[in-house]
């Protein structure tokens, strides 16, 4: 369904959750409903993502379009998702502390993800279809518990990964690394106690040592870059 306006939603008093699936080239006035907890815009949108303020919504999941994003004037915000996004700049999120999940279903980018650092309350990162820069800014992260980098695409990394930047982090269970280009070793993840699932199907380890994946616990779920 093609949608000419949103202007019905002025009808609509008191909403708390808004999804609206169907193109609509300009779905800003979706984002100036007051009082919404959770919108969710299925539309190909290409309206810039606006600036607006609002002290009530917690979950925000939109196609991505091109323009600057600032979350600022959301602080209850906890959960984030950018569809068919070509976004290689995560910057934006500097604007979003409070943000427990992260997801971004990519276009095959390089990602950077220096942003995140500022995200300390980050439980749950996903990025999908497309691979990332480095590790580092995941570093701090300590209530990090699940990370899933799903690569796609044939974008390589200047450097490997290095796993060891995210070696201290004691809540990480559930690491991903899938046709993720190339990680330097395996080896940081032994040190890693909290482990309860590594995937590194169809990534390269520069070192060669993925043999060591055999040494994680027995309660460890591995699968390797081989398999």
Sequence with gaps: ????????????????????????????????????????LLTKGQAAVPAVRSESLEVLAVD????????AGLP???????????????????????????????AGQLVDLCGLENCARLEDL????????????LGSLRHLRRCWLIGG????????????????LDSLDDLRIVYGGQVRSVAPLLSMRSLRDVRLRGTRVVAGDSALLGELPDSVRIVRPED
Aim: aromatic share 6%; net charge negative; hydrophobic share 45%.
């Design 64 to 71: 991505d379009r091109a323009g600057a994003i600032d979350l």
């Design 76 to 106: 209850a915000l906890t959960r984030l998702t950018l569809w068919s996004s070509s976004r290689s700049d995560l910057g934006f999120l500097r604007s979003a502390p409070g943000i427990s999940s992260f997801k971004l279903e990519g």
């Design 1 to 40: 369904m093609r949608l000419v306006s949103l202007d019905f939603l002025s009808g609509l008093p008191e909403l708390k959750y808004l999804e609206i699936e169907g193109r609509i080239a300009d779905d800003s006035q979706a984002f100036e409903v007051a009082g919404l907890r959770e919108l969710v």
């Design 153 to 168: 695409g044939e974008s390589t990394q200047a450097e490997p990964l290095d796993l060891d930047a995210v070696s201290a």
């Design 126 to 137: 996903e990025i999908l279809e497309a691979r990332v820069e480095s590790l580092a800014p």
